[in-house]
């Protein structure tokens, strides 16, 4: 396999702000998108027509990304299964693994437990499975937003099935800490799912080593396309099974059906390769970037606070509170800055984030809470215009 440079190309975008929502998405990586391209246009069969070269060739290329994204998280190529999304990987996990206990036991108890600052897709999904008589335990979190191995360990029943835990929150940033979470599992005998779509490529991820069964992915966090996302499902030690969520025409191995988005997939390959060979590097220079950012703001913000944890947190990731003052009041000074002021997914809706209510911040002090976040095209200079358009939207009596 030939080797991929790490980009050094410009910025996709630029001209039109500040980007610092790449915990949102981030933009495709353009030796992604060169990779991608032949297959919307020259190689554009079917992977599933195995009688023509249109067809293989398709088929070589879903089955050199599904290397590619195995390498990445130590994963055997056959326990990766693409998928359109993190939030499909998720669902996944819940429903296909209720329906398989139900075959299995159709009048056993069932007990999930998952905590209280999941991504919607996590919570919302085991909201609809309690529908179906599963019980669920959503877990507080410690006031950085982390789930205690105390707190985890007393919610464990004998009819517990699944543990899931998001690995860094999506908003604040904060690490939960899931290779003890695994190990716990383990020796209860558990099915363990994390979310690592904000942790890949922020921190080295081996599955294998870590004990973790099964884990959602997804290529637009970390510079591939959006609309490719997968699930690690562990073959052996133990060998997770799961009923399929998707139904029809067999398609990766039966267990989710529907024509796969080859482009997108190989783009999800390469951005694994990518990231996986600069791993080391890139987190070191975001963890830079980040402590400078959060020291500036300090230096310019007096009050400023940071909410998560401290040094247990995403390289790429702040999430901070003005006190006292509303970002609404200061929109129109900050138009340049594509900041996040609630989790991406629920931005538009003025309830309260989970996430915050978690962590015990109030609806006030939430209006006043904003996340940036960091990647591969931030520069010094970015940081530094950034602290610049922020204090100068601050009232100077604020400051
Ligand atoms: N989990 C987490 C932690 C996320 O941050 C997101 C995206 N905001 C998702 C799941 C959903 O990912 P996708 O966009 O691939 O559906």
Redesign the pocket.
Same mark, same amino acid.
């Given at each position: 396999m030939e080797m991929i440079q790490l980009s050094t190309t410009p910025a996709p975008t630029t001209d039109s702000g500040l980007y610092f929502d790449y915990?949102?998405?981030t933009p495709v990586d353009p030796q992604v998108y060169a990779a991608m391209e032949p297959y919307f246009r020259q190689h554009f069969g079917n992977p599933a027509s195995a009688a023509h070269h249109w067809g293989w060739a398709a088929e070589n290329a879903v089955q050199k990304a599904r290397m590619q994204v195995a390498s990445f998280i130590g994963a055997k190529a056959s326990e990766v299964t693409f998928t @359109? %999304? *993190?939030?499909? @990987?998720?669902n996944w996990v819940i429903f296909g693994l209720l329906t398989k206990l139900r075959e299995q036991n159709p009048n056993g108890p069932i007990h999930y437990i998952t905590s209280c600052i999941? #991504?919607? %897709?996590?919570l919302k999904g085991m909201q609809a499975a309690q529908k179906q008589g599963v019980e669920v335990d959503f877990l507080p979190v410690n006031k950085y937003g982390q789930v205690e191995m105390e707190t985890l360990r007393n919610a464990i029943k004998p009819h517990t099935k699944l543990i899931s835990l =998001?690995? =860094?929150?999506?908003e604040i940033g904060s690490i939960n800490p899931i290779l003890e979470a695994a190990k716990l599992a383990k020796e209860k005998q558990i099915l363990f799912h994390t979310? *690592?779509?904000?942790s890949i490529a922020k921190l080295p991820i081996n599955v294998t080593e870590m004990g973790i069964d099964l884990m /959602?992915i %997804?290529? #637009? !966090?970390y510079y591939g396309p !959006?609309g490719a996302?997968a699930l690690f499902i562990r073959s052996k030690d133990p060998q997770v099974q799961l009923d399929p969520l998707i139904y029809g025409g067999g398609q990766e191995k039966g267990l989710r059906s529907g024509t796969l988005n080859v482009p997108a997939i190989v783009g999800m390959g390469v951005a694994s390769e990518l990231c996986k060979n600069n791993l080391a590097n890139e987190c070191a220079h975001m963890t830079e970037l980040r402590n400078l950012f959060w020291q500036k703001l300090q230096t310019a913000i007096p009050g400023i606070r940071l909410n998560g944890h401290p040094t247990e947190r995403s390289p790429v990731n702040l999430n901070v509170t003005l006190p006292g003052i509303k970002i609404e009041s200061i929109t129109s000074k900050i138009q340049k800055l594509g900041i996040s002021t609630g /989790?991406?997914?629920s931005s538009g809706s003025m309830t309260i984030s989970t996430v915050l209510k978690g962590i015990g911040m109030s609806p006030e002090e939430a209006q006043c809470t904003f996340r940036i976040s960091i990647g591969r095209w931030t520069t010094e200079n970015d940081i530094q215009r950034a602290v610049e358009i922020l204090s100068g939207a601050i009232p100077s009596k604020n400051i």
């Open positions: 915990n949102a998405t @359109s %999304s *993190a939030t499909e @990987s998720n999941e #991504h919607g %897709s996590m =998001i690995w =860094i929150n999506n979310d *690592a779509t904000q /959602s %997804s290529a #637009h !966090k !959006k996302g /989790s991406a997914c």
